[in-house]
C-alpha cells in the first residue's frame, strides 16, 4: 500500500482521467475517426479499435471485398456484430464506420455501454480527406461530392444522437484530440466557475 505522500500512480501523458466508458466516435467518412480515435486513446490511457479494421479481421477481407461478394446488408450486420462484441469489453476508444451509427440497435448498444462523440466536418474537408484513398464502396457509385452530401442530409439528423458533438479542425490532428478532451470533460462544474468577488457589481 502506498505511504501517505509516495507519488501517485504514473497518469497518461496529460488531458483528463478515463470516462470510465468506452468512447465511440460517429461521423461521416474522412472527418478523422480513426486519426483522431488512436491519439484520444493515447492521451485516455485506453485501448483503441477502429470497427472497420475489426470487421475486416473476422471476415478475412477487405471491406471493399465485403461489399462486392456478399453486398452492403452483409457488411452491415457483420459491422452491428462486431459493435456490440467490442462494445460489451473493457473501456476503449472506438472508432466506427460512417454507416454504423445508422443501426437503431447499434445506436442503443452505444447509449447504453459508451460515451458517443459526433465528429463533424464540412464538406469540402470530407471531400479532400476521403479523395486520398479509394477504398470506400459508397463513394465509387457515383460522384462523391453528391454522395457525400446526400448522406449529410441522411445521416446528420441521426448523428446529432450523440451524446457530444466535436467539429473536426482542418489541421494538426491535436486540435481536434483537444476539443473532444474538453467536450469530455464537460462544462465546468458550479464549484469551479470564478468566485465572485463580493462587492462586485449587483
Ligand atoms: C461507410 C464508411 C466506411 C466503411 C464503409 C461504409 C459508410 O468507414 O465502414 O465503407 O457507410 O459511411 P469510414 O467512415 O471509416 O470511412
Known amino acids: ?9 504514473a497518469q497518461p501523458s ?14 461521416l ?24 479494421a ?3 479481421r ?4 477487405s471491406i471493399e471485398v465485403i461489399f462486392e461478394l456478399h453486398g452492403e446488408a452483409a457488411f452491415r450486420e457483420g459491422e452491428s456484430r462486431v459493435i456490440r462484441r467490442l462494445l460489451a469489453g473493457a473501456p476503449h476508444v472506438l472508432a466506427t464506420g460512417g454507416g454504423a451509427f445508422m443501426d437503431p440497435h447499434t445506436r442503443a ?63 494538426p490532428p491535436e486540435v481536434t484530440v483537444e476539443r473532444v478532451l474538453a467536450a469530455l470533460q464537460g462544462p465546468p462544474a458550479p464549484s469551479d466557475a470564478p468566485a465572485r468577488v463580493e462587492g462586485a457589481g449587483a
Open 58 to 61: 473476422a471476415a478475412g477481407c
Open 14 to 27: 496529460t488531458g483528463p482521467a478515463p470516462p470510465g466508458r468506452t468512447v465511440v466516435l460517429v461521423g
Open 54 to 56: 475489426e470487421i475486416e
Open 109 to 171: 448498444a452505444i447509449a447504453e455501454r459508451a460515451v458517443s462523440v459526433w465528429l463533424r466536418a464540412d464538406l469540402e474537408l470530407m471531400l479532400k480527406r476521403t479523395g486520398r484513398r479509394n477504398n470506400r464502396p459508397l463513394l465509387k457509385r457515383g460522384n462523391p461530392r453528391d454522395i457525400l452530401a446526400g448522406l449529410m442530409a441522411q445521416r446528420y439528423p441521426v448523428y446529432a444522437a450523440a451524446d457530444l458533438v466535436v467539429d473536426s479542425a482542418d489541421g
Open 1 to 9: 500500500m502506498p505511504a501517505a505522500g509516495d507519488a501517485p500512480p
Open 29 to 52: 467518412m474522412g472527418v478523422g475517426k480513426s486519426c483522431i480515435g488512436r491519439r484520444l486513446a493515447t492521451r485516455l490511457g485506453l485501448p483503441f479499435r477502429d470497427a472497420d
